[in-house]
């Protein structure tokens, strides 16, 4: 049998609360969990073991005012759905992904930098109280999201008008950058205009298990792709929906928008 001391487990993991986070519903937290991020993440080897521990977020309502960035490698992971809620309250969205020089979208990938990619999130509520997006998913490969939950203040049942901007999940791609790989299970998606936005080149994505509600459409694919425009030339690919469900999202045909040319 294999044993290991208590220092070597408590070592798996690192507590934001480690970098002065306080999950109290007042402090503004989102220089402190960024901090603790790219410690991590961003500022180490990823030879260092520093960077393979999980980041760790206690039961709690983090407050935040600015988009949490996400670099290559990061794994995240809360006490479950409703327990552990990073809630935005600010004028961005919830969360974007980087590189691991801190470039965003339209400049990952310069100067060599690593692509975001092996990132996982798990057990959070992400909520914004803005219609300013959720989660946006940038130029990265292999993100496996399980058991998170996003959550916007949009009310179906009086809010019957789509605002673009007001998206849970984006995937965005720039040139020779698509985005792959991209796994939801066990997720909840609440509260946006559009809850999935999928409309740049993206290969390969899952939603398993997974529940939709209270939006105006519950997923655009493709709305964009033209053919022709960097990013929107060869449009989504290869995406699933299996063991999910939908209610409370008032258009007929919400489920799926394509362009007429992707229509068979």
Same mark, same amino acid.
């Given at each position: 049998?294999?044993?290991? *001391?208590?220092?070597? *487990?408590?070592?798996?993991?690192?507590?934001?609360?480690?970098?002065?986070?306080?999950?109290?519903?007042?402090? %503004?937290?989102?220089?402190?969990?960024?901090?603790?991020?790219?410690?991590?993440?961003?500022?180490?080897?990823?030879?260092?073991?520093? =960077?393979?521990?999980?980041?760790?977020?206690?039961?709690?309502?983090?407050? *935040? &005012?600015? =988009?949490?960035? $996400?670099?290559?490698?990061?794994?995240?992971?809360?006490?479950?759905?409703?327990? &552990?809620?990073?809630?935005?309250?600010?004028?961005?969205?919830?969360?974007?992904?980087?590189?691991?020089?801190?470039?965003?979208?339209?400049? $990952?990938?310069?100067?060599? %930098?690593?692509?975001?990619?092996?990132?996982?999130?798990?057990?959070? &509520?992400?909520?914004?109280?803005?219609?300013?997006?959720?989660?946006?998913?940038?130029?990265?490969?292999?993100?496996?999201?399980?058991?998170?939950?996003?959550?916007?203040?949009?009310?179906?049942?009086?809010?019957?008008?789509?605002?673009?901007?007001?998206?849970?999940?984006?995937?965005?791609?720039?040139?020779?950058?698509?985005?792959?790989?991209?796994?939801?299970?066990?997720?909840?998606?609440?509260?946006? %205009?559009?809850?999935?936005?999928?409309?740049?080149?993206?290969?390969?994505?899952?939603? &398993?298990?997974?529940?939709?509600?209270?939006?105006?459409?519950?997923?655009? $694919?493709?709305?964009?792709?033209?053919?022709?425009?960097?990013?929107?030339?060869?449009?989504?690919?290869?995406?699933?929906?299996?063991?999910?469900?939908?209610?409370? $999202?008032?258009?007929?045909?919400?489920?799926?928008?394509?362009?007429?040319?992707?229509?068979?």
């Amino acid at each position: 049998m294999t044993t290991r *001391t208590l220092q070597q *487990t408590l070592d798996d993991y690192v507590s934001v609360k480690a970098f002065g986070a306080k999950g109290d519903d007042s402090t %503004a937290d989102a220089t402190a969990i960024q901090r603790a991020i790219e410690e991590l993440y961003s500022d180490t080897d990823q030879s260092d073991t520093r =960077a393979r521990r999980i980041l760790f977020f206690p039961a709690g309502i983090y407050k *935040t &005012t600015s =988009a949490l960035t $996400i670099p290559p490698f990061a794994h995240l992971v809360g006490e479950g759905l409703d327990k &552990t809620i990073i809630s935005n309250t600010g004028n961005s969205a919830i969360a974007v992904t980087e590189d691991d020089d801190g470039n965003g979208f339209g400049s $990952i990938g310069t100067s060599s %930098a690593t692509t975001p990619t092996q990132i996982q999130l798990s057990n959070l &509520t992400f909520k914004t109280n803005s219609p300013l997006g959720g989660l946006s998913i940038d130029c990265a490969n292999k993100v496996y999201i399980n058991q998170c939950k996003f959550l916007g203040p949009f009310d179906a049942d009086s809010s019957k008008t789509d605002t673009s901007d007001d998206k849970g999940i984006t995937v965005r791609s720039q040139s020779g950058l698509a985005c792959s790989n991209i796994v939801f299970n066990q997720c909840q998606f609440e509260g946006f %205009a559009r809850l999935i936005d999928l409309s740049y080149n993206v290969t390969n994505v899952r939603f &398993t298990n997974c529940d939709f509600s209270k939006a105006y459409y519950g997923a655009i $694919i493709g709305e964009q792709m033209d053919g022709s425009t960097t990013g929107f030339d060869v449009g989504p690919r290869d995406v699933q929906f299996s063991g999910s469900s939908w209610s409370t $999202i008032p258009v007929s045909y919400t489920h799926l928008t394509l362009p007429t040319s992707d229509l068979v």
